[in-house]
């Protein structure tokens, strides 16, 4: 199952990579279930589990605003539109992964989005990726600041 998820979301990484392009060149001619379909179709025989996929396809897409306003503030010197376009995909399904599906353990997550940086990614890719998806992890693990309660002014009269 593990190493299915990972084709998994390789298929889903070149989905969301496709859509990231073809939007970038306003191509109205596409359609992100065609291609989804058309992805899944080539690894049918190996992929069991096509939800996993269809899910994270459409969480990321569905999400994908929140998901870059997250991102944004840990890597400020980024800014999200120059980020290659692998390195922008991959922090979106990890972050995705770690804000909406609890069923993966968070330190998979940041391991199989690495793994996906160091294979489709440049030289530096899997540092940044790793990074940014450990303080998403730490920010998300961060309990709450407890609110200071307010002291009662002593009244005089």
């Known amino acids: 199952m593990a190493s299915n998820r990972h084709l998994g979301r390789i298929v889903a990484l070149q989905t969301l990579y496709e859509q990231d392009f073809r939007q970038e060149v306003d191509d109205e001619a596409f359609n ?3 291609v989804l379909a058309r992805n899944i179709e080539r690894y ?3 992929i069991d589990d096509k939800d996993f996929i269809k899910n994270l396809v459409g969480g990321v897409r569905d999400n994908q605003a929140a998901i870059d306003d997250m991102i944004r503030p840990i890597a400020p010197e980024w800014p999200i ?3 290659a376009r692998m390195d922008r995909i991959i922090l979106r399904i990890g972050a995705y992964e770690l804000t909406h599906d609890k069923s993966v353990p968070p330190k998979v997550v940041i391991n ?3 793994e996906l940086a160091k294979a489709f990614g440049g030289e530096n890719s899997s540092k940044f990726i790793n990074g940014v998806l450990g303080t998403l992890l730490r920010n998300q693990e961060q ?3 407890k609110k200071a309660k307010a002291k009662k002014k002593d009244i005089k009269e």
Request: proline share 13%.
């Open 44 to 46: 049918q025989e190996t």
């Open 112 to 114: 199989e989005a690495v």
């Open 32 to 34: 992100l279930d065609e």
């Open 143 to 145: 309990p709450e600041p």
């Open 81 to 83: 539109e120059q980020i």
